[in-house]
């Protein structure tokens, strides 16, 4: 088994699923009291939203490239970033490592194109849905990428960074979520990419009449699956 090294705490309630969901899966894998090997870096959320914030991209690019060469020399075998919104600047991550860099997208997308769908609504933070670095990345593998009109994705924001990364999860804010998701597939969207790791405490499959896609969730069983490999 190769360890998973992960660069957490953005926040570290997604975190604490990342961490889980490896842990679960490793034993349902191999049995018994099978548990995987995880080299956990969680940083103080506070000081990356002030870098968003800011639009201090490259400097956000360089803290987590320093974490992640950290995690390589600790003995970390491959990388996690727990997060959708900080791969804006996996790159960075990417050059600073000799380990692979498992790209959340590339293992969304491709249980999107499992699912034989062409089009996906994106729900994330404002970074995810208004930057180019997440429907590009989709767009690259074939997958056609829609958000939420202005509106709408500013109260998918304000509820992931006012309530679900300080562990707040209403049946109000799940009712909101629930009315843009049929917007989305009102514009067409065959699929709903659930892109930001918090989101996922609060929006499940029941929540939407087309195939959801938690990218935690897959983003973890990739990387197992590679670890176990």
Same mark, same amino acid.
């Given at each position: 088994?190769?360890?998973?090294?992960?660069?957490?705490?953005?926040?570290?309630?997604?975190?604490?699923?990342?961490?889980?969901?490896?842990?679960?899966?490793?034993?349902?894998?191999?049995?018994?009291? !099978?548990?995987?090997?995880?080299?956990?870096?969680?940083?103080?959320?506070?000081?990356?939203?002030?870098?968003?914030?800011?639009?201090?991209?490259?400097?956000?690019?360089?803290?987590?490239?320093?974490?992640?060469?950290?995690?390589?020399?600790?003995?970390?075998?491959?990388?996690?970033?727990?997060?959708?919104?900080? !791969?804006?600047?996996?790159?960075?991550?990417?050059?600073?490592?000799?380990?692979?860099?498992? !790209?959340?997208?590339?293992?969304?997308?491709?249980?999107?194109?499992?699912?034989?769908?062409?089009?996906?609504?994106?729900?994330?933070?404002?970074?995810?849905?208004?930057?180019?670095?997440?429907?590009?990345?989709?767009?690259?593998?074939?997958?056609?990428?829609?958000?939420?009109?202005?509106?709408?994705?500013?109260?998918?924001?304000?509820?992931?960074?006012?309530?679900?990364?300080?562990?707040?999860?209403?049946?109000?804010?799940?009712?909101?979520?629930?009315?843009?998701?049929?917007?989305?597939?009102?514009?067409?969207?065959?699929?709903?990419?659930?892109?930001?790791?918090?989101?996922?405490?609060?929006?499940?499959?029941?929540?939407?009449?087309?195939?959801?896609?938690?990218?935690?969730?897959? !983003?973890?069983?990739?990387?197992?699956?590679?670890?176990?490999?």
């Amino acid at each position: 088994m190769r360890t998973i090294g992960m660069l957490g705490g953005m926040s570290w309630e997604s975190t604490a699923e990342y961490y889980r969901l490896a842990n679960e899966l490793v034993r349902d894998r191999l049995g018994g009291v !099978h548990s995987a090997r995880l080299l956990l870096d969680s940083m103080d959320f506070a000081d990356m939203e002030r870098l968003q914030s800011a639009g201090l991209w490259k400097e956000a690019g360089d803290l987590l490239a320093a974490k992640a060469s950290a995690l390589e020399a600790a003995g970390a075998e491959l990388l996690l970033l727990c997060t959708n919104t900080m !791969h804006l600047v996996v790159d960075a991550i990417e050059q600073a490592v000799e380990i692979p860099v498992l !790209h959340i997208l590339d293992a969304t997308s491709a249980r999107v194109r499992q699912e034989g769908l062409g089009r996906v609504g994106v729900l994330g933070t404002a970074f995810t849905m208004e930057h180019d670095f997440y429907r590009d990345r989709l767009a690259a593998s074939g997958v056609d990428a829609t958000v939420p009109e202005r509106q709408d994705r500013a109260t998918v924001h304000r509820i992931i960074y006012e309530e679900l990364v300080r562990g707040v999860v209403t049946d109000a804010s799940r009712a909101q979520y629930r009315a843009i998701i049929d917007r989305l597939v009102a514009d067409g969207a065959e699929g709903i990419v659930l892109g930001c790791t918090e989101i996922e405490l609060l929006v499940t499959a029941e929540d939407s009449p087309v195939p959801v896609f938690p990218t935690t969730r897959i !983003h973890v069983e990739a990387a197992v699956e590679m670890a176990l490999s």
